[in-house]
């Protein structure tokens, strides 16, 4: 790995509701090195995709935030127009969970792809052409001219998720922001095209912010995973070590609550209590109701990220709640 191509530094971000501004983005302490993969996981509402739509200055109206997001050193929130439309179109691209919703359905799929290549950077429209059928042929589009002329209402989703793959190519940036990009596919496709991000990323050297709520997906594809509860990253661990080195006791709740196909009929584990907003998070943890290592202190007082190890964790007791929280038991590390 090399050093941080993006950062996030104390990032927080408060949103106007019915004329007050609402928390939701607490607290995001978050490294992504050049090359390497990290995998933003947590439930809906947690905050992956405003933190991940944060580098690009992609937040709704009215936002507030603290905190600093750096791209190679730059501060996004200091850029003027000119180097934000530069981060944007050769830096940074984003890979959206819904194509359709993404892609203008009156237009080719040629006209999408190569839209930028001609206007931003004055490329001839036959050389643009020519490169998006190759992307389209890399990502695993046969008949990469015919697609071309293609709408999106032609497409399948798999497809269509492949040629947002393309898109996000085609500029060739540094980062790659992924924003559940296999949620709307099934399982056989989601399998196929983040084989196809994988390959892509891998074969380019790219950097990549991986937003999924799926944690074994995640730390096959990563190399490092970051854990987000109620508009906090709550903790970090290399991969590799999710399952024997997380110690956060929310962690280890999701990592128990997962379905194990060797353990039997085992009935899950479900979390206990309900996920809280940002917004209702209150000084303490916002764990701290539904954890069952929990105590005063945390109810009382907000917990800041800590070494754990070779991760790092916002809790008061990480030790008791990797030795007492479920999500121990060995039966767990099963992906």
Known sequence: MGTSLLEFDGLHITLPVKGAH???IHRVDLTVPTGSAVGLVGESGSGKSL?????LRLLPPGARVGGDVRFDGSSVSAMDPAALRTLRSREVAMIFQDPRAHINPLRTVGDFLTEGLVTTRGERRGAAEA???DLLR???IADAPRRLRQRPA???GGLLQRVMIAAALITEPRLLLADEPTTALDVTTQAEVMAVID???VQRGLAMLFITHDLALASAVCDRIAVMY???VVEQVPAALLYDGSCHPYTRALLASRPDPGAGAQPLRAIGGRPLSASEAGPGCAFAPRCPAAQDLCTAERPLPEPTGEGRAACHFPRLAHEGAPGTDRRTRHV
């Open 22 to 24: 609402r928390t939701v």
């Open 131 to 133: 490169r998006a059928s």
């Open 230 to 232: 109620a508009g906090s």
């Open 199 to 201: 390959e892509a990323r």
């Open 51 to 55: 933190t991940a739509r944060s580098v």
């Open 138 to 140: 890399e990502v695993g």
């Open 154 to 156: 032609e497409l399948s």
